[in-house]
């Protein structure tokens, strides 16, 4: 017998992100600032004010419902991010020269 679990205050978008529903909030945002900063649903509220608790206590239930895989996506997420600043970041030579030809 399979059973679906629903989260009340959740949906999913078309683009298969959860949210929170009526917000633009993703879980996956809310999860991130728990994990990585270690934030409690009443910090969490607090930098959210327009979330209700019961909103939060459901994020929170769907992140630890699916902890592996989120925790998965926010290390991809940041390893993309990680790699992007790398291919981006100038040289210390560069800056120089783009400094020399401005003074020009």
Do not use: C, N
């Not at 679990?5 to 999860?31: N, S």
């Not at 992140?63 to 100038?90: L, P």
């Amino acid at each position: 017998m399979s059973t679906t679990i629903r989260y009340p205050h959740l949906v999913e978008g078309a683009d298969g992100a959860v949210r929170i529903d009526g917000t633009r909030y993703k879980v996956l945002l809310l999860a991130g600032e728990h994990f990585h900063y270690g934030w409690s649903a009443e910090e969490i509220l607090r930098q959210h004010p327009d979330l209700r608790p019961e909103q939060v206590y459901a994020a929170l239930t769907y992140f630890y419902d699916h902890h592996e895989a989120m925790v998965a996506d926010m290390t991809d997420a940041s390893g993309q991010i990680g790699e992007g600043v790398r291919k981006s970041a100038i040289s210390r030579a560069v800056l120089l020269e783009r400094w020399a030809a401005r003074g020009s």
